[in-house]
């Protein structure tokens, strides 16, 4: 089945840091990919969709300078949390859709759980 | 606006059968997925409905009413294991998914 690999699956680090976290689909191309963000005990929320060869499109009040997507090949999309604050601390999640099938499943990455001190 | 209603938690006993419903409203609908996620874990796929009906998929089934805007997912012999979040996510006119907040699922011995 569609694999989608996420990494690094946990960050510590301090405030003012940069982090980049990389979403991967491993055996299928996907033109989009979706950046999610979900607080503890809260629901997954859209923050972005990452389009290959283009610019990401993001999600209202989603500031785009603090949240760098690059979608730069067919199975590669990264997230740059930049200038982190602790108020970033959440958990990221990455999906990817296969290229063409827009009626199907999105497969999800195993998230990314980032700690800023 | 587009929105997706489901309980936010429901409990249920090993072994028994639990239905957890979900309705939406989209602008246009090209199908309803449900997913699972396990806390602190990202969301598995579970099953995906686009015509009227019940799938069924070994221990879980999913039902679609689009005239209703409603579907349910339904779990039999409900396990341990089954304790998570399920997800209720509709696919609108621009394939675009719009998620529900998702049900808490717990599951007692």
Redesign the interface.
Same mark, same amino acid.
Do not use: K
């Given at each position: 089945g569609a694999v989608v690999s +996420?990494h690094p699956s946990r960050v510590i680090c301090k405030s003012g840091t940069s982090v980049k976290i990389e979403c991967r689909s491993l055996d299928f191309q996907a033109t989009t990919m $979706?950046w999610y963000r979900q607080f503890p005990k +809260?629901?997954?929320m859209?923050m972005a969709?990452s389009n290959e060869g283009s610019k990401a499109t993001y999600e209202q009040g989603v500031e785009k300078d603090k949240f760098l997507i690059n979608h730069a090949s067919l199975t590669l999309s990264t997230l740059t949390v930049t200038s982190a604050h602790p108020e970033d601390s959440s $958990?990221y999640?990455c999906s990817a859709r296969e290229a063409g099938k827009?009626? @199907?499943? @999105?497969? $999800? %990455?195993? %998230?990314t759980?980032l700690s800023i001190l | 606006g587009q929105n997706i209603d489901q309980p936010t938690e429901m409990t249920a006993t090993e072994g028994a059968i639990v239905q957890i419903n979900c309705t939406y409203q989209t602008s246009g609908f090209?199908?309803l997925?449900w997913y699972q996620q396990h806390a #602190?874990?990202?969301?598995?796929?579970l099953s =995906?409905n686009?015509l009227d009906g019940l799938e069924e998929k070994g221990r879980f089934s999913s039902f679609l009413s689009r005239s209703k805007g409603y579907s349910y997912l339904l779990l039999k012999e409900l396990q341990m294991k089954d304790s998570a979040s399920y !997800?209720c996510a509709a !696919?609108d006119s621009n =394939?675009? !998914?719009i998620?529900?907040? #998702?049900t808490k699922l717990i599951i007692k011995p």
């Open positions: +996420q $979706f +809260q629901s997954l859209l969709t $958990f999640i827009d009626n @199907q499943p @999105q497969h $999800f %990455g195993d %998230g759980r | 090209n199908g997925f #602190g874990e990202a969301p598995t796929f =995906y686009v !997800l !696919l =394939y675009q !998914l998620w529900g907040a #998702g």
